[in-house]
């Protein structure tokens, strides 16, 4: 699987972003897709996730109520719509893919960045206060 993302960009706070990760390869479906972030100087970590028919997501606490994940298997994308964004959400996000994992959406490992196989190359976004 290979995943381009895409739709990062400067907004101010309380602004919107929809990032986008098409990926190409036929075990998109069969992945479960997530979103994560690194800001500078700090570690990647774990924004959401989403199971391969959608239907489970789960989400980093401090993105609870603001992002929503979705995915459309016809299209091989994954999005992460951000809504009321602040400063601390200015990172570099990163879409990931697990095909051979078999761990679920929600579980701690799904969090780890060592527990994906695919990424992306990153987008930058950056919350202007």
């Known amino acids: 699987v290979q995943l381009q993302a895409s739709g990062g960009g400067l907004v101010q706070v309380g602004g919107s972003l929809r990032l986008s990760c098409a990926a190409s390869g036929s075990t998109f479906s069969n992945s479960r897709l997530g979103w994560f972030r690194q800001a500078p100087g700090k570690e990647r970590d774990f924004v959401a996730a989403?199971?391969?028919?959608?239907?489970?997501?789960d989400y980093a606490d401090s993105v609870k109520g603001r992002f929503t994940v979705s995915r459309d298997n016809a299209k091989n994308t994954v999005y992460l719509q951000m809504n009321s964004l602040k400063p601390e959400d200015t990172a570099v996000y990163y879409c990931g893919a697990a095909y051979y994992q078999r761990w679920n959406v929600g579980s701690t490992r799904a969090k780890e960045v060592m527990e994906w196989d695919y990424w992306g190359q990153g987008t930058q976004v950056t919350v202007s206060s």
């Open positions: 989403i199971s391969r028919l959608g239907t489970i997501t």
